[in-house]
């Protein structure tokens, strides 16, 4: 059952920054991507580790006419789990390497300057 | 229909190649076919075929041997050179003596239409490498590109891919094979030299997987869709522990070679084919059509006797223990597929 629950004032939660809100078994990470908020549960697809202690950060993509093949994208975006280093989007809780071992992702609102996670 | 991907056909004796070569190069010292450091104890060659000539240097014997004795349709010939080489040039010349040399005395005047044969090449010289496939592609009989499982890197780097991009281009799969004589090689297995045959035996085969995690993870095979690879000494029994390690470290590191776009394990039934080798499976045939799955190795694997080595395998021995459809597979099925081989002589079942 999704109950709406206040995180904390938009002030609180700068674009880069992720609250981690005790909620359920594992708890539920809102982050705030550019601007955009998003949310995903704090356990990783893998082996259940605290995905949301992960840095977050871009990925890469390939580059074949830069001299070093790759680029960065998606920075921001792209949480990497403590443990194994897997990626997620969590934007959409995708896994990068294999979309079907994805997360759960939550919805997020703001009201008055308030940041809500529905969870 | 039964297809033998994987027999060495032999030079009659050694200096027979020096007819095959330009006379720039006729004079010059090349290495034995035979001179190795590890020798199978009792003779590297079935016991039954040491004659005045090379075992397995008659076209004639050959042919029965493996064709009216074995049962088998067609054979690849795919003969062996002379080792790495320093002068990379020279080796490009005993290369194309090789070849020449296949069609002179094998291919064109086989008139049974069984035998198949090899392109060799020599790596270290990319460009020589390239002009050979480009001399002789166009032949029907010649349906692979060969190189030796030895190399100073492994295959997967830039430098060669070249040579992989013109046997795609060709619809040619590369054929990778422990080659003979000594050459400026590494040691053979991944800790240094074996003390013995045994050692050398049972280790040096398993190098392919160097070239194949690399040809995967420098994206060789994601940019060349057509591109296959035979590694025709076995080793395929290790593959499926070995993939998983490489699936496994790619989820954590994708991001290192983020042109590998699906899991590393998902290349291989596009791109790679095993021949049959004595020394790989299951002890126990009892567990063989299980273990034969993993990896969907019932769909990678191809008969190839190793004829006319010591240890060569007949038909039978390589279905043992197999179910039927894997049986045909590996008998004849993914060979015909991959060479486009088809049953047609009269009175052959497919």
Same mark, same amino acid.
């Given at each position: 059952?999704?109950?709406?629950?206040?995180?904390?004032?938009?002030?609180?939660?700068?674009?880069?920054?992720?609250?981690?809100?005790?909620?359920?078994?594992?708890?539920?990470?809102? +982050?705030?991507?550019?601007?955009?908020?998003?949310? !995903?549960?704090? +356990?990783?697809?893998?082996?259940?580790?605290?995905?949301?202690?992960?840095?977050?950060?871009?990925?890469?993509?390939?580059?074949?006419?830069?001299?070093?093949? !790759?680029?960065?994208?998606?920075?921001?975006?792209?949480?990497?789990?403590?443990?194994?280093?897997?990626?997620?989007?969590?934007?959409?809780?995708?896994?990068?390497?294999?979309?079907?071992?994805?997360?759960?992702? +939550?919805?997020?609102?703001?009201?008055?300057?308030?940041? +809500?996670?529905?969870? | 229909?039964?297809?033998?991907?994987?027999?060495?056909?032999?030079?009659?004796? %050694?200096?027979?190649?020096?007819?095959?070569? @330009?006379?720039?190069?006729?004079?010059? =010292?090349?290495?034995?076919?035979?001179?190795?450091?590890?020798?199978?104890?009792?003779?590297?060659?079935?016991?039954?075929?040491?004659?005045?000539?090379?075992?397995?240097?008659?076209?004639?014997?050959?042919?029965?041997?493996? /064709?009216?004795?074995?049962?088998?349709?067609?054979?690849?010939?795919? &003969?062996?050179?002379?080792?790495?080489?320093?002068?990379?040039?020279?080796? *490009?010349?005993?290369?194309?003596?090789?070849?020449?040399?296949?069609?002179?005395?094998?291919?064109?005047?086989?008139?049974? %239409?069984?035998?198949?044969?090899?392109?060799?090449?020599?790596?270290?010289?990319?460009?020589?490498?390239?002009?050979?496939?480009?001399?002789?592609?166009?032949? #029907?009989?010649?349906?692979?590109?060969?190189?030796?499982?030895?190399?100073?890197?492994?295959?997967?780097? &830039?430098?060669?891919? #070249?040579?992989?991009?013109?046997?795609?281009?060709?619809?040619? #799969?590369?054929?990778?094979?422990?080659? $003979?004589?000594?050459?400026?090689?590494?040691?053979?297995?991944?800790? $240094?030299?074996?003390?013995?045959?045994?050692?050398?035996?049972?280790?040096?085969?398993?190098?392919?997987?160097?070239?194949?995690?690399?040809?995967?993870?420098?994206?060789?095979?994601?940019?060349? @869709?057509?591109?296959?690879?035979?590694?025709?000494?076995? $080793?395929?029994?290790?593959?499926?522990?070995?993939?998983?390690?490489?699936?496994?470290?790619?989820?954590?590191?994708?991001?290192?070679? &983020?042109?590998?776009?699906?899991?590393?394990?998902?290349?291989?039934?596009?791109?790679?084919?095993?021949? *049959?080798?004595? /020394?790989?499976?299951?002890?126990?045939?009892?567990?063989?059509?299980?273990?034969?799955?993993?990896?969907?190795?019932?769909?990678?694997?191809?008969?190839? =006797?190793?004829?006319?080595?010591?240890?060569?395998? =007949?038909?039978?021995?390589?279905?043992? $223990?197999?179910?039927? *459809?894997?049986?045909?597979?590996?008998?004849?099925? %993914?060979?015909?597929?991959?060479?486009?081989?088809?049953?047609?002589?009269?009175?052959?079942?497919?």
């Amino acid at each position: 059952m999704l109950e709406r629950r206040f995180v904390c004032s938009l002030d609180e939660l700068p674009p880069g920054a992720m609250k981690l809100v005790d909620v359920g078994k594992f708890g539920v990470g809102v +982050y705030n991507v550019d601007g955009s908020l998003h949310a !995903i549960v704090n +356990y990783c697809s893998h082996e259940g580790a605290p995905l949301c202690l992960g840095l977050i950060g871009g990925t890469n993509e390939p580059a074949p006419d830069e001299p070093g093949g !790759i680029r960065r994208v998606r920075d921001g975006q792209i949480v990497r789990c403590p443990w194994h280093n897997w990626e997620f989007d969590v934007t959409t809780g995708q896994n990068l390497a294999d979309p079907k071992r994805r997360v759960r992702t +939550y919805r997020v609102d703001v009201a008055d300057g308030q940041v +809500y996670l529905n969870a | 229909m039964i297809i033998d991907a994987n027999v060495q056909p032999h030079f009659r004796y %050694n200096a027979e190649i020096r007819k095959y070569l @330009p006379a720039a190069h006729r004079l010059r =010292s090349i290495p034995d076919v035979e001179q190795q450091w590890y020798q199978a104890p009792g003779g590297n060659y079935r016991e039954d075929l040491y004659g005045e000539h090379y075992p397995g240097s008659d076209r004639d014997t050959v042919a029965r041997h493996l /064709f009216d004795d074995g049962g088998v349709d067609y054979a690849v010939l795919n &003969p062996l050179t002379r080792g790495n080489i320093a002068d990379y040039l020279l080796n *490009s010349r005993i290369c194309a003596a090789v070849n020449d040399w296949l069609l002179d005395r094998w291919l064109e005047p086989d008139t049974t %239409n069984r035998f198949r044969g090899t392109i060799r090449v020599n790596p270290e010289d990319p460009k020589g490498a390239v002009a050979e496939i480009e001399r002789l592609a166009a032949h #029907p009989k010649l349906v692979q590109v060969g190189v030796p499982m030895q190399s100073r890197e492994p295959y997967g780097k &830039p430098m060669f891919e #070249p040579i992989w991009e013109a046997a795609a281009a060709h619809r040619l #799969p590369v054929a990778v094979h422990i080659n $003979g004589g000594n050459g400026v090689d590494y040691p053979p297995t991944f800790a $240094g030299h074996a003390h013995t045959y045994p050692g050398y035996a049972a280790f040096m085969p398993l190098n392919y997987f160097v070239h194949l995690a690399t040809l995967i993870i420098e994206g060789v095979f994601g940019r060349h @869709p057509d591109l296959k690879f035979v590694f025709a000494d076995g $080793g395929y029994d290790i593959l499926t522990p070995l993939m998983w390690r490489l699936d496994t470290f790619w989820l954590s590191m994708r991001d290192q070679t &983020p042109w590998v776009d699906r899991y590393p394990s998902d290349y291989l039934p596009a791109h790679v084919r095993f021949c *049959s080798s004595a /020394f790989d499976g299951p002890t126990d045939p009892g567990q063989m059509q299980r273990w034969m799955e993993f990896s969907g190795k019932a769909d990678l694997l191809m008969y190839g =006797s190793g004829y006319p080595h010591w240890s060569a395998s =007949s038909p039978a021995d390589a279905a043992d $223990g197999l179910d039927s *459809s894997q049986r045909d597979n590996v008998l004849w099925r %993914n060979a015909s597929e991959l060479y486009g081989l088809v049953a047609q002589v009269e009175g052959t079942t497919v």
